[in-house]
C-alpha cells in the first residue's frame, strides 16, 4: 500500500494534462505553484482552539492547495495581541499586561508545540512554506530570537511580514545569525513613508540583506496605483511569493475576483511564461455570504481559467 506522500509523489509526475486531478500547488515546472495565505478562512474556530489548525488542514484538503502561508494568529494563541490594530492602540486599557504575558508564552513554549503544529499539515501530505509574523516594535530582541527558532521547528523555509522599513533594520542580524529569509509584505499606506507600499520602499529593504525578500501582494499594490507587472519582471529574483487579491485602484475596495483593477491573469501568465520560481498565493478577503472554502475554490478556478 503507498503511503500519502509516495501517492502524491506519483502524481505530481503526471503529465500536464493531468493537473485537474492533482492538488493546484504540486503542478508541472511549467505551470504556477498555488497555496493560500491562511488569513483566507474567516470561519475559523478562535486562536488557541485545539480544532482551529485540523479545520485549516481540513478546508486546504476540500480545496486541493497543497501549500500554505500560516498566519501567526493561526499557530500562536496570543499573536493577536502582538500585532495589528492591538499593538496600534496600545494605549487602551490592560494592553502592557495582556503584551506581556504574550511575550512570556512566546519566550517560555517548548518547540514541540510547534513541531506539533508541523506534523498536522505534513500527517495530510501538506506543507507550511511561509510563516507569516508582523514584526514590530513590540518585540524584545530575545523576542525576534525565539520567533525565528520557533519557524525552524516549524519547518517553514522562511517568514512573510506586515512589517514597517525601521523594523527591517532591526531584523538584519536575526536574518544573517538564522541564515532564515524575511519576505516584506506590502499594502498601500503611501503616506508613511515607513510602510511598504511602493517599489522604492521595498528597494530600500532588499538593499539591507540579502536575506530579505518580498511578498508582493498585488492586490495592495494596484490599490496604492503601482503597476505589479512591471515590478515582478524587475525583481522577481527576489520575490518569494504573491499574495493573489483583486482591488479597485485609488485605494479601492477588495472585490471579487475579476471585478477589480488587478492584473491578475496578466501576472500569472507572466510568472507562468517565464518560469518565475514565484508562488501564486491565494487571498480571499472581500466579504460574502458563502463560506471561506467555498470563496477560496472560486477564487482559485478564476486562476486556472486564467492559465486555460
Given at each position: ?46 486562536a488557541?482552539?485545539?480544532q ?14 497543497g ?26 486599557p ?38 507569516n ?55 498601500n ?10 517599489p ?19 492586490g ?23 499574495h ?16 477589480g ?22 487571498e ?25
Amino acid at each position: 500500500m503507498l503511503s500519502r506522500r509516495q501517492f502524491g509523489g506519483m502524481v505530481a509526475a503526471l503529465p500536464l494534462s493531468f493537473a485537474v486531478s492533482r492538488p493546484a500547488s504540486a503542478r508541472a515546472a511549467d505551470a504556477v505553484r498555488f497555496g493560500l495565505e491562511t488569513f483566507s478562512f474567516h470561519d475559523l474556530p478562535p486562536a488557541g482552539d485545539p480544532q482551529l489548525v485540523p479545520t485549516i488542514v481540513r478546508n486546504m484538503v476540500e480545496i486541493g492547495l497543497g501549500e500554505c502561508e500560516i498566519m501567526s494568529g493561526h499557530v500562536e494563541p496570543y499573536a493577536s495581541y502582538t500585532t495589528g490594530w492591538w499593538v496600534q492602540s496600545r494605549r487602551a486599557p490592560g494592553f502592557q499586561e495582556v503584551r506581556d504575558e504574550a511575550r512570556r508564552w512566546r519566550l517560555t513554549v517548548p518547540m514541540d508545540y510547534y513541531r506539533g503544529v508541523r506534523k498536522q499539515f505534513d500527517d495530510a501530505g501538506l506543507n507550511i512554506h511561509l510563516y507569516n509574523v508582523n514584526f514590530n516594535e513590540t518585540f524584545t530582541d530575545e523576542e525576534r530570537n525565539r520567533t525565528f527558532e520557533a519557524a525552524v521547528a516549524l519547518g517553514v523555509a522562511g517568514f512573510s511580514s506586515s512589517t514597517v522599513l525601521t523594523e527591517a533594520r532591526r531584523l538584519v542580524p536575526f536574518v544573517a545569525r538564522h541564515k532564515m529569509f524575511v519576505a516584506m509584505h506590502n499594502h498601500n499606506n503611501l503616506v508613511d513613508p515607513d510602510q511598504f507600499a511602493t517599489p522604492a520602499s521595498f528597494e530600500k529593504a532588499l538593499a539591507m540583506s540579502d536575506y530579505f525578500k518580498v511578498t508582493l501582494d498585488i492586490g495592495h499594490f494596484v490599490a496604492g496605483n503601482n503597476d505589479p507587472l512591471d515590478f515582478i519582471r524587475t525583481h522577481h529574483d527576489r520575490i518569494v511569493n504573491i499574495h493573489i487579491r483583486d482591488r479597485k485602484r485609488n485605494n479601492g475596495p477588495s472585490r471579487p475576483f475579476g471585478q477589480g483593477d488587478t492584473p491578475i491573469k496578466e501576472v500569472l501568465r507572466l510568472i507562468r511564461d517565464n518560469q518565475y520560481p514565484i508562488r501564486c498565493y491565494l487571498e480571499y478577503e472581500y466579504g460574502s455570504f458563502k463560506s471561506s472554502t467555498e470563496e477560496v475554490k472560486r477564487c482559485l478556478e478564476y486562476c486556472r481559467q486564467a492559465l486555460a
